[in-house]
């Protein structure tokens, strides 16, 4: 039986990542001190843990003064209230949060994990991408790291990253036109499914476009991706902008990139939308997807749906500061640097 984390042995074999994992979190501290950054603390607990198909919350009975129960959810990003705290003037704002995410364990997931999220408001999306160049130098600098090593690929984090849109990361890595299967309206899932076909590529009958976009991406691109140096892969379809705004020279793409280093992603950073009609939209369209996939949906946050007529035009990201340690710690697995796991 393998030894508890709390052992002394196996503590002491922890806790170099531990407290390599304190120094990164004070480095990044000071960075955001530095640029203007107010550090603020969201509640957890919250009326929609978020409105993602794929995302599962956990969720919990309120009791009110009057006995009657009312559902909530740990949050599964610190976001909505974040931009609520945009609509009320801050104009830069970051925290370290505690999320949770259900049907979510292996090497890289925890159910409970800490996500540093930032905002900068009036500033392009492209300022989100130094932002992140700036804190993984800083995160090999307080762990003592001059390379980023996981599963046998290792990053220069002191690179300047690569910057590569999604399209042409499909074609590279795995010989597909994805915009030739979307538009800003609709997407096809015929001409997707034909194309997977054409490269060997096995996808299920049923499978979506956005499923079938999914598989590709783990299993033919992301492996390819920061290796060497950070990759930013950049400029997602429309149909896969979440809380992003389109791109003002591509009606079919969004102002969203991912960051990756050594095959992991890292962040997930937007221009953010403040169009309360199209994010409504979204969101239903994705419950409605939710609903049909796992038989349950969740409550819309009206209140920050109220807030984006009064959020000015903002960028910002949310990055895995436990995958971040991992990385520059050389930790096999998220558990390792976390300094009391989930049971």
Aim: with cysteine; net charge negative.
């Amino acid at each position: 039986m393998p030894r508890p984390f709390w052992h002394p042995d196996r503590h002491a074999d922890r806790r170099p990542a531990l407290l390599a994992r304190n120094r990164i979190q004070t480095a990044i501290r000071g960075w955001l001190a530095d640029e203007g950054f107010l550090e603020v603390d969201p509640s957890a607990l919250q009326t929609s843990p978020g409105n993602e198909a794929h995302l599962h919350a956990f969720s919990t009975q309120a009791m009110g003064n009057d006995g009657q129960p009312r559902t909530m959810y740990l949050h599964t990003s610190p976001e909505f209230a974040m931009k609520k705290l945009l609509a009320a003037g801050e104009p830069r704002i970051a925290t370290f949060a505690h999320v949770w995410r259900n049907r979510e364990r292996g090497a890289r997931h925890s159910p409970e994990f800490t996500m540093l999220e930032w905002y900068r408001a009036g500033a392009d999306y492209t300022d989100l991408m130094a932002d992140c160049a700036a804190i993984l130098r800083l995160a090999a600098q307080a762990a003592g790291a001059t390379l980023f090593v996981h599963n046998g690929v290792d990053c220069d984090p002191f690179a300047v990253p690569e910057r590569l849109s999604v399209a042409d990361a499909f074609t590279r890595y795995a010989g597909i036109d994805l915009l030739a299967t979307c538009d800003e309206v609709t997407t096809n899932a015929a001409a997707l499914r034909a194309q997977c076909d054409s490269i060997g590529f096995s996808v299920a009958a049923d499978d979506s476009w956005s499923d079938m976009v999914s598989k590709l991406l783990v299993a033919k691109v992301e492996p390819h991706l920061g290796h060497g140096r950070a990759t930013i892969l950049d400029r997602y379809p429309l149909a896969e902008a979440a809380l992003a705004r389109p791109t003002p020279d591509d009606p079919r793409l969004a102002e969203r990139f991912e960051l990756y280093a050594c095959g992991v992603e890292l962040a997930n950073g937007f221009g953010e939308l403040t169009d309360a009609i199209e994010q409504r939209r979204r969101f239903t369209a994705d419950m409605d997807l939710k609903e049909q996939l796992y038989g349950e949906r969740y409550p819309l946050d009206e209140d920050f749906l109220a807030a984006l007529a009064f959020m000015p035009a903002a960028s910002g990201i949310a990055l895995g500061f436990d995958r971040l340690v991992m990385l520059a710690t050389g930790a096999p697995k998220i558990d390792d640097v976390i300094w009391v796991p989930v049971g």
